[in-house]
Nanobody
């Protein structure tokens, strides 16, 4: 089991920045992939950014060049640095962890943190 707790959300003006944190209840060094997803009202949850245990990253086209995902294995924490925020970035942001054990993939989710971009 992996418990994930997100923090860092809030209200920010367009063009501003926020840093989200996702703290895991166990070592993330053995977790295959950690990622950030978001879901806005009336839309499906979508992948924002992901990072593998080997530090390979991928981003949604809509956030490339503005968001950066990173992980600190010593702190069991994954971060999402969000710059140049736009109103369309408004959503609940969820942390996700995927762990493979005995060839079975397990997916874990945090409770989400609200990000609102508005003037």
């Amino acid at each position: 089991q992996v418990q994930l707790v997100e923090s860092g959300g809030g209200l920010v003006q367009p063009g501003g920045s926020l840093r989200l944190s996702c703290a895991a209840s166990r070592s993330i060094a053995s977790i295959d992939t950690m990622g950030w997803y978001r879901q806005s009202s009336g839309k499906q949850r979508e992948l924002v950014a992901g990072i593998t245990s080997g530090n390979s990253t991928n981003y949604a086209d809509s956030v490339k060049g503005r968001f950066t995902i990173s992980r600190d294995n010593a702190k069991n924490t994954v971060y999402l640095q969000m710059n140049s925020l736009k109103p369309e970035d408004t959503a609940v942001y969820y942390c996700n962890a995927v762990r493979t054990l005995w060839k079975i993939q397990y997916s874990y989710w945090g409770q989400g943190t609200q990000v609102t971009v508005s003037s």
